[in-house]
């Protein structure tokens, strides 16, 4: 004969146990759910590419202290700034690689941001257009730049002379490191002044 | 009396070569040149591939062209004879006092070859009596320039590779004399391979000479004002 406090206890057990499995299938159930919603979003196109466009870079070389101009064509933003970036960094590209003519490492990431913004003159009144371009270069760029009068003034001028191409309002350009002045790029190039581009002008042109 | 005045007239012949021997030189401007090695003491500027600092190899260099300027009787006035250091401001105080005749500064690097001679990017100004500090050699690009032409002839004449170009460096923008920045980078084959380095001592004695024998040819040219 079974006890009936055994019998109470047997039923309390079997309707917990129930319990518990329904809301284990329960839970099952959304995660389950969560997981489908989850793939849902996951992107199924590819993301837009902007069309490639004609664009010039001015690359350095310190063979014979020259600057030449280069067409290529890249795919660049629309919004003025990020495109300077994107122009800056593709240069900045030429030179960190192996057979660079102009060798500094860092590359792309060398450049943390390009402003462009309305230019100002003490002397000469400017037109109204005239932009001012200044280049935020990252610390680690201006840690790592060969040090050298010819190399220091080939890489301000070439940025300038490429800013200058693709950039016609842009007539000064001045230059900051980590967001802060700095006296020169690596103990030569003056970074405190403010440079005009018409004295970067290309000594001429080659292909790719 | 005839013989008394005769005697004048033939003692005053006799005394005016004497006295012209004894009379001071006419003064002559002395000709000073500023030799400026760059960086020192805690800035050691670039790094050779030899692993020496750039500002020992320029303190040879200066070492070697002030020696050899002194010998051809060229006042040379340095901005250090040390390991000191010494800020852009201050070397530009140093040659602005020396009222040189010309100031060159002195550099070498890893890249590119040869000798690369850098006169000021400043636009030329006319010569005022008070001249803004950052921009004063701003006055003398012309003869600058001009001292860049007779470095050029020489270096290139010692069958050296010479580069031409403007740069904005701190220091030389506020010299107000002829001044022109020389870089000696190292000397390269026709396959860019490194033939000389930039602190060898006869390449740099190489280089040396070749540009005391510009400044004694730009000592020769007439001055303009």
Known sequence: ?208 | MRWIRWALIGATLVALPILAQNAPPAPSTRFVAVLDPAHGGTDGGGRLSSGQLEKTATLALSVRLRSLLNARGISVVTTRESDATLDSDRRATLANHAKAQLCLSLHVSESGSGVHLFVSSLAPAPEVQFLPWKTAQAAWITRSLALAGALNSAVAHAGLNVTLGRTALPGLDSMTCPAVAVELAPERASDGSVVAEPDDASYQAKAATALAAAVLEFRSEPRQP
């Open chain 1, 1 to 208: 004969m079974i006890p009936r406090y055994q019998k109470v206890l047997f039923v309390l057990l079997l309707a917990a146990s129930l319990a518990m499995a329904g809301i284990l299938w329960h839970l099952r159930n959304r995660a389950h759910q969560r997981m489908l919603a989850g793939e849902d979003s996951a992107p199924t196109q590819a993301p837009e590419v902007e069309p490639a466009e004609q664009a010039t870079l001015v690359a350095a070389n310190d063979a014979d202290g020259s600057l030449l101009a280069q067409e290529r064509s890249l795919p660049l933003p629309e919004d003025p700034g990020t495109r300077a970036r994107v122009l800056l960094g593709k240069l900045l590209d030429l030179y960190a690689s192996p057979d660079s003519a102009h060798p500094v490492p860092g590359g792309a990431a060398g450049i943390a941001q390009v402003f462009l913004l309305p230019a100002q003159s003490a002397q000469d009144p400017l037109p109204a257009d005239t932009e001012l371009a200044v280049v935020n270069l990252t610390g680690s760029f201006a840690a790592n730049h060969p040090s050298g009068i010819e190399t220091e003034t080939l890489t301000v001028l070439s940025i300038c002379a490429t800013l200058r191409a693709n950039f016609p309002h842009v007539a000064q350009v001045r230059f900051l490191v980590d967001g802060q002045m700095r006296p020169t790029l690596a103990g030569h190039a003056d970074l405190t002044r403010t440079y005009l581009t018409v004295n970067a002008v290309p000594t001429g042109a080659s292909n790719p």
